[in-house]
Structures are given as C-alpha cells and as structure tokens.
Nanobody
Framework: QVHLVESGGGSVQAGGSLRLSCSASGDTASIHSMGWFRQAPGKEREGVAVLDKTGAISYADSVKGRFTISQDGAEGTLYLQMNSLNAEDTAMYYC???????????????????????WGKGTQVTISS
C-alpha cells in the first residue's frame, strides 16, 4: 500500500498551464503503474494519463498533445504537465497507483477497464474562460 498526495492544482485562464505533482510514500518500490484521473462535477471519473514500469504510457484522446505525464526516477514523484488548458479540463485531479502487473498496460487503466488500487485525495483544477 502507498500514500499518495497531490499538489499543484489551482485556477488559471484558458490557454494557460499547470503542473501537478504526486508524492508517494510507503511501498513505492512495488508500484507497477501510476497515473492521473479526473472527475468533473456531475460526471464520472475518467482516466487522463497512465505510465508503468516498462515505460509504456497512455493518454486520453482529449489530452493528447497537451498533457505530459512523467516520473522522477529517484523519488518516484509523478507529474502531469498540462498545457493549453480549456474549460473542459476543469475537474478534481487524482493520482493513483497499482501494484499488479496486468495485461493490456496503461491504456486499459485510461479507458477504465482496470481500476487502480490506491488513490490520493485529489487536487482541484479550475479553468476560467
């Protein structure tokens, strides 16, 4: 099990950028996949971007070319660089981790086939037009 804490959320104007961070503590060496998910008011949670230990990465179609997921190898901190933000990106953003090594890879988490095991409490991102 790991403890995940997100930071970096805030309010920005459309077209702006934000960088989210997720620090992990606990059994971080056993994590296989980590990713970012979001939930807007009145909508279901959706996958944004996920990476795994093999280096595989998957993005939701809605953020491709605008968001970049990365990880600090030394400390395991997970990042999400978000550029060209628009109102549709307004949501609570959650960091999550999974220890299982499942077939299908990151794409199956982004599309909702798999669910992550451990979750942070989230950080709010609000985009104003």
């Amino acid at each position: 099990q790991v403890h995940l804490v997100e930071s970096g959320g805030g309010s920005v104007q459309a077209g702006g950028s934000l960088r989210l961070s997720c620090s992990a503590s606990g059994d971080t060496a056993s994590i296989h996949s980590m990713g970012w998910f979001r939930q807007a008011p009145g909508k279901e949670r959706e996958g944004v971007a996920v990476l795994d230990k093999t280096g595989a990465i998957s993005y939701a179609d809605s953020v491709k070319g605008r968001f970049t997921i990365s990880q600090d190898g030394a400390e395991g901190t997970l990042y999400l660089q978000m550029n060209s933000l628009n109102a549709e990106d307004t949501a609570m953003y959650y960091c999550a981790a999974d220890f299982r090594h499942l077939p299908g890879g990151p794409a199956w988490y982004v599309t909702g086939i798999y669910d992550m095991e451990d979750w942070g409490k989230g950080t709010q991102v609000t985009i104003s037009s």
